[in-house]
């Protein structure tokens, strides 16, 4: 088959969406089939791989950290798109390069299949001059609208699914889960020691972990607070953020006006190797978005061996396994630093919760992904 992926953001973004895509697309080729690219192009940055078109693009500063723009207007695709005689066309947002992947499956008459990675409307607060309520709601119309004209929906979970048709959506919907390569983050690195040494952490200190955009969905001022209370209790902890964003300088003014300033480690941006290390460094992964529809991020720390304590939302209730590999709370504080003080203190415990989050994260590889997703798209073009 001839797969034509449509994504705003890619490569060398590094979000979870660009890592599902990346995985997505060498997962089928592996499997025997072509993958083409059509995503945004960035400043100084070249493709070694000869099947990716860059669409140009507007670049932006938003809180200190670059955005792009796809300008599908300004690029000419439609003649590459054509040549290429797809056979099925995949995209990944519902604006955008997705208006294109809408578009051009009109045209060419090629099935339409849509990923929907994450709750849009819990972006909204990124839509300027028009209130949060009525950007939501605008929000959900066009989405909603969108995903009615695709031939299929894969949704991640399980939670997702149920949105969508609470929402009004009437196009087949399946839940396809996002797979990672598990053994890349099982895989001793032998870089623990290194990696604590580099970041001063001390043999006998806790170290919990989170990885993400610094942005205001994340919900990392809540992380800040939440860690705060556990230094109280446990002073031997220390908090590693990994990331960048717009909210960055922001926590660093929460943590010094809670006194934990010296206590959490801010590494910036990292490449997908050294985040493996980083994983297998820590003890605890510790995650309080809301808005993701599934939460790789927790999958491969799970694979890394940590357990994770999170707050109970759609999506990341599919990956971690409440009392087993990890803690599902509600948004408090109080409980969520409980909960993660509760793994701290009980090292049989942490130790246990530990080995079932590798076994766990067993159930997100991606072999079965791209067998069920294969299997999606070959029952669209026998239809």
Known sequence: MKIGMFINYYTPSKGGMETSVINLSRGLEKAGHEVFIFAPEYPNYKDENKNIFRYKSFRFNYGGYFYVIPLPFISKAEEVVRNLNLDIIHSHQPYSLGSEALKFSKKLNVPLVFTYHIKYEDYSHYVPLIPEAISKKYIRKITTKYSNQCNKIIAPSTAIKKMLVDRGIESSIDIIP??????????????????????????????LITACRLTKEKNLEFLVKSFAKIKQKYSAARFMIVGDGAVKKDLEKIAEELGIKNSIIMTGLVDRAEIVGLYQASDIFVFASKTETQGLVAVEAMAAGNPVVAIKASGIEDMVKNNEDGFLTSESEEEFSESVLKIINDKSLRKQMSAQAKINSERFSISPWIRKVVGLYNKLLHY
């Open 178 to 207: 996002s797979g990672i390569n598990i053994n890349n983050f099982k895989k001793d690195t032998g870089q623990k020691d290194e990696i604590r040494k580099k970041y001063n952490i001390k043999s006998d200190e806790i170290l």
